[in-house]
């Protein structure tokens, strides 16, 4: 069983950064892909970074790329997401997520284990 519990959302101003942390239980989910994913009101949850479980590897949506960066200590089995130049637009909530067998690409269907969520508000 791998439980998954976000932490390091809330609210900043545009041009603001923050750092959201993941931290996961059960072994297993060191060797897990993991990725972040975000939910905008009344839209489809989307995929911003994944990360391989050696770390080695990356993806980033378009829409992030040059100011997000996704980390993990596996050793702490915990994931991060540096935000860095956040916009209104980033406002949503952010899920981390875990699978054994994703691909980095892979969507939310692709993904067996869920955080709770953290809000992150970015205000103009």
């Known amino acids: 069983q791998v439980k998954l519990v976000e932490s390091g959302g809330g609210l900043v101003q545009t041009g603001g950064s923050l750092r959201l942390s993941c931290v996961g239980s059960?072994?297993?989910?060191?060797?897990?892909?993991r990725a972040w994913f975000r939910q905008h009101p009344g839209k489809e949850r989307e995929l911003v970074a994944s990360?391989?479980?050696?770390?080695?590897?990356?993806y980033y949506a378009d829409s992030v790329k040059g100011r997000f960066t996704i980390s993990r200590d596996n050793a702490k089995k915990t994931m991060f997401l540096s935000m860095n130049s956040l916009t209104p637009e980033d406002t949503a909530v952010y899920f981390c997520?875990?699978?054994?067998?994703?691909?980095?690409?892979?969507?939310?269907?692709?993904?067996?284990?869920w955080g709770q969520g953290t809000q992150v508000t970015v205000s103009t």
């Open positions: 990360i391989s479980y050696g770390g080695g590897s990356t």
């Open positions: 997520a875990a699978d054994p067998y994703s691909g980095l690409k892979g969507g939310a269907a692709n993904y067996h284990y």
């Open positions: 059960g072994h297993s989910s060191v060797i897990y892909t």
